[in-house]
């Protein structure tokens, strides 16, 4: 009897004890680290077949995460790709084109919500470190777009005094910004040799920083955009010249934030995200990048344009070393990362598409299937649904049939070439090169209703169309 009740006391004891134990935390929202690096080419990393130099810290990065080799910048120039990265919307849907220079009074609208904005409601920490480029007024600048701390430059570094160009005597000193306020003047190519050290240097301290809450950091570095720049350390070291220099100082830089991130005890809870903004500027020979056999380059929607490295590392939760092919864009950030973060969407319509599920290892996901490649301030040049690309006739810029430049000066790129219309199957095809419009007019039949339903959505400048569905850029007050 005496033995029963002992059993007895024992298991109410442990009844009780399990009933006090206390709840297990609710899972960590993860950190985002977003790297979005300018006028990188698809074949720029070694893992992408880059030759000359080595990107290590970016391959490590791949083999512990997962490679997208179908991803696509939203639009293949400066400003109107960093809208759409920021926004998760066509940069035409939020008024944005082109690259801003420095006395234009146009900003993304401070009205549009932007990945900080979502997750800062969340309770994250925001900081960009780098290029911002989306309006140089103080009412555009990061810290009245949802960013608690910002250093970095306005807009395009060869936006300065010693631009290569005849623009060179508009354009006003180029100053690093803090906060809001400008700071040393980047005088020369010396100083312009700091970008990717200093911009490192304060990324990481935000790592240090905000180690105990989450946090939200964007790293726009401004290179490998020309002029080309590399620091003391990294000048002379590839076999690439200054361009393979400045790839090395770049890849370095990932490794210092990553190693950052491990120090700190966050590696294991951070998705870091690693993309351009368009492709190489093809014309400035040895100092630009590769597209990867891709055709065309910066400022043009062919392939070469638009298609970006694109690789993304979260341990434990994206599978590593996994390629996936599944059509995707930057506009497909902001959603994905609202999703994981449990943010709420922007108000207005957006046009990216959650991607969690395939990020996470469901290869059965299809997140995007088409693709409107719009160019200029509005023209739609080309849509995508699969494998099969439809290009509209329209002038253009090419790199084709003309001698790139050397040594940091540029070649002729025309603007006006006259492409005409054709259709593309990208899994044959990937160079576009072989015209099979005439073999497939169904598939032709299909892509024009994707673009029609486009051109009533966003407008169409090639068909002077307006757009029902477009909202204003932010326009300077003063």
Same mark, same amino acid.
């Given at each position: !009897? $005496?033995?029963?009740?002992?059993? #007895?006391?024992? &298991?109410?004891?442990?009844?009780?004890?399990?009933?006090?134990?206390?709840?297990?935390?609710?899972?960590?929202?993860?950190?985002?680290?977003?790297?979005?690096?300018?006028? #990188?080419?698809?074949?720029?990393?070694?893992?992408?077949?880059?030759?000359?130099?080595?990107?290590?810290? #970016?391959?490590?990065?791949?083999?512990?995460?997962?490679?997208?080799?179908?991803?696509?910048?939203?639009?293949?120039?400066?400003?109107?790709? @960093?809208?759409?990265?920021?926004?998760?919307?066509? +940069?035409?849907?939020?008024?944005?084109?082109?690259?801003?220079?420095?006395?234009?009074?146009?900003? #993304?609208? +401070?009205?549009?919500?932007?990945?900080?904005?979502?997750?800062?409601?969340?309770?994250?920490?925001?900081?960009?470190?780098?290029?911002?480029?989306?309006?140089?007024?103080?009412?555009?600048? *990061?810290?009245?777009?949802?960013? %608690?701390?910002?250093?970095?430059?306005?807009y395009s570094h060869d936006m300065w005094p010693l631009h290569p160009w005849q623009e060179r005597a508009k354009y006003p000193p180029l100053h690093w910004i803090d906060g809001n306020k400008p700071g040393k003047e980047i005088k020369n190519l010396e100083d312009a040799s700091e970008l990717t050290p200093t911009i490192t240097e304060?990324?990481?301290?935000?790592?240090?920083?905000?180690?105990?809450?989450?946090?939200?950091?964007?790293? *726009?570095?401004?290179?490998?955009?020309?002029?080309?720049?590399?620091?003391?350390?990294?000048?002379?070291?590839?076999?690439?010249?200054?361009?393979? %220099?400045?790839? !090395?100082?770049?890849?370095w830089s990932v490794g210092e934030i990553m190693k950052e991130l491990k120090a700190q005890g966050l590696d294991q809870n951070t998705l870091v995200i690693f993309t351009s903004d368009n492709g190489p500027w093809l014309n400035y020979g040895d100092h630009a990048g590769s597209s990867g056999g891709f055709r065309e380059g910066k400022?043009? &929607?062919?392939?070469?344009? /638009?298609?970006?490295?694109?690789?993304? @590392?979260? *341990?434990?939760?994206?599978?590593?070393?996994?390629? &996936?092919?599944?059509?995707?864009?930057?506009?497909?950030?902001?959603?994905?990362?609202?999703?994981?973060?449990?943010?709420k969407l922007p108000k207005e319509k957006i046009d990216g598409i959650d991607f969690s599920a395939l990020l996470k290892g469901d290869d059965t996901q299809k997140p995007r299937e088409n693709f409107l490649y719009y160019y200029r301030k509005n023209s739609l040049e080309a849509v995508r649904k699969g494998d099969w690309k439809l290009?509209?006739?329209?002038?253009? @810029?090419?790199?084709?049939?003309? $001698?790139?430049?050397?040594?940091?000066?540029?070649?002729?790129?025309?603007?006006?070439?006259?492409?005409?219309?054709?259709?593309?199957?990208?899994? @044959?095809?990937?160079?576009?090169?072989? %015209?099979?419009?005439?073999?497939?007019?169904?598939?032709? &039949?299909?892509?024009?209703?994707?673009?029609?339903?486009?051109?009533? %959505?966003?407008?169409?400048?090639?068909?002077?169309? /307006?757009?029902?569905?477009?909202?204003?850029?932010?326009?300077?007050?003063?």
């Amino acid at each position: !009897m $005496l033995r029963i009740l002992s059993v #007895l006391f024992v &298991s109410l004891g442990v009844c009780l004890l399990m009933s006090f134990q206390p709840e297990k935390p609710a899972p960590k929202t993860p950190n985002i680290v977003l790297f979005f690096i300018d006028d #990188l080419g698809y074949g720029d990393l070694s893992v992408n077949g880059a030759l000359g130099y080595k990107t290590p810290n #970016l391959d490590k990065m791949a083999a512990e995460g997962t490679r997208f080799t179908n991803f696509m910048a939203a639009q293949a120039v400066c400003s109107a790709s @960093r809208a759409a990265l920021l926004t998760g919307c066509y +940069p035409n849907r939020v008024g944005i084109s082109g690259a801003l220079g420095p006395s234009s009074p146009v900003g #993304l609208n +401070p009205k549009e919500e932007t990945i900080a904005e979502i997750v800062k409601a969340q309770g994250y920490a925001t900081g960009i470190f780098g290029k911002w480029h989306l309006g140089s007024e103080e009412e555009f600048l *990061p810290l009245q777009q949802g960013f %608690d701390e910002y250093f970095g430059v306005p807009y395009s570094h060869d936006m300065w005094p010693l631009h290569p160009w005849q623009e060179r005597a508009k354009y006003p000193p180029l100053h690093w910004i803090d906060g809001n306020k400008p700071g040393k003047e980047i005088k020369n190519l010396e100083d312009a040799s700091e970008l990717t050290p200093t911009i490192t240097e304060h990324a990481v301290a935000f790592i240090k920083k905000n180690k105990n809450k989450p946090f939200f950091m964007y790293v *726009p570095h401004p290179l490998p955009h020309v002029p080309l720049a590399a620091s003391a350390k990294f000048r002379g070291k590839s076999e690439r010249g200054i361009f393979g %220099d400045v790839l !090395m100082e770049l890849d370095w830089s990932v490794g210092e934030i990553m190693k950052e991130l491990k120090a700190q005890g966050l590696d294991q809870n951070t998705l870091v995200i690693f993309t351009s903004d368009n492709g190489p500027w093809l014309n400035y020979g040895d100092h630009a990048g590769s597209s990867g056999g891709f055709r065309e380059g910066k400022g043009t &929607s062919f392939e070469g344009g /638009q298609r970006e490295p694109c690789i993304m @590392r979260w *341990p434990g939760v994206v599978s590593a070393g996994r390629v &996936s092919n599944k059509l995707l864009s930057t506009i497909d950030i902001l959603p994905t990362i609202a999703k994981l973060t449990g943010a709420k969407l922007p108000k207005e319509k957006i046009d990216g598409i959650d991607f969690s599920a395939l990020l996470k290892g469901d290869d059965t996901q299809k997140p995007r299937e088409n693709f409107l490649y719009y160019y200029r301030k509005n023209s739609l040049e080309a849509v995508r649904k699969g494998d099969w690309k439809l290009v509209f006739a329209h002038p253009g @810029r090419t790199y084709e049939g003309s $001698l790139p430049g050397k040594n940091g000066q540029p070649g002729p790129s025309p603007e006006d070439h006259a492409f005409p219309k054709a259709l593309y199957n990208l899994a @044959r095809d990937p160079g576009e090169r072989y %015209d099979v419009i005439e073999q497939n007019p169904e598939i032709v &039949s299909e892509l024009e209703k994707i673009a029609e339903a486009a051109r009533e %959505d966003l407008g169409d400048d090639l068909q002077q169309k /307006q757009g029902k569905n477009v909202r204003a850029a932010g326009i300077a007050k003063k």
